[in-house]
């Protein structure tokens, strides 16, 4: 089952804070997190194991909350490269096969 | 750059035609997925391979299949192509089957006439 993202859009200037959430309604081992940019493949950004730590670097980091089954992304001081479209990967994993199912992405746009 | 490559880049098929995309995975990768990517969506998971042997199918139809090979590239074969299918295909690969940070290539663009 797909996760759910929100917000689906944000408009930030430069050096503001968001933050992105996904969740699922499964049980989940990982969480990824990707940015992507318009015609371009998603790149990756951060990877949350059940049991894990909240992961960041520079000023992008994330946590994920296994007895809610959500993931939040913070971006703190956004830059115009953090603009794109954030898209969370969650993988429940069991019965031998894990895969990432995608939520239908946020998009980030920061301006000057 | 990740390592992961993908070809062709481009490429427009006739509808009813066949295709067949290639992956070569990132050093040390024996888990490559495919997806699909349709404009202004997220990717939707087609199919896993580990170590050559399906691991995992999303719901696409039968017409799409895939191979791995003994050195973890991949290749996706998609027949009797019709118009829904242009979008962007992507690879990804991981180093194991669970919980490993996966890494997308550039993709193929597929448009169906």
């Known amino acids: 089952q797909q996760p759910v993202q929100s917000p689906q859009a944000v408009i930030l200037r430069e050096g503001e804070d968001a933050v992105i959430n996904c969740s699922s309604s499964?049980?989940?081992?990982?969480v990824h997190w990707y940015r992507q940019k318009h015609g371009e493949a998603p790149v990756f950004l951060m990877i949350l194991l059940k049991g894990g730590e909240q992961k960041g670097h520079d000023k992008i980091s994330a946590s994920f909350n296994e007895k809610k089954q959500q993931s939040s992304l913070y971006l703190t001081a956004s830059q115009l490269s953090y603009s794109g479209t954030y898209f969370c990967g969650t993988e429940a994993g069991g019965a031998g096969s894990y895969q990432l199912t995608f939520g239908k992405g946020t998009k980030l746009s920061v301006i000057p | 750059e990740t390592g992961v490559t993908q070809s062709p880049t481009h490429l427009i098929k006739t509808r009813g035609q066949q295709v067949t995309l290639r992956c070569s995975s990132q050093s040390g990768h024996n888990t490559v997925s495919w997806y699909q990517q349709a404009l202004g969506q997220g990717p939707q998971f087609i199919f896993q391979y580990y170590r050559e042997e399906e691991n995992g199918r999303g719901n696409f139809p039968p017409r799409f299949s895939g191979l791995q090979f003994p050195n973890y590239s991949s290749e996706l074969n998609v027949n009797a192509l019709e118009l829904d299918d242009s979008a962007l295909y992507l690879c990804?690969?991981?180093?194991?089957?669970?919980?490993?940070?996966?890494?997308f290539g550039p993709g193929t663009r597929l448009t169906v006439t």
């Open positions: 499964k049980a989940l081992y990982s």
């Open positions: 990804a690969s991981r180093g194991g089957l669970a919980g490993g940070e996966q890494y």
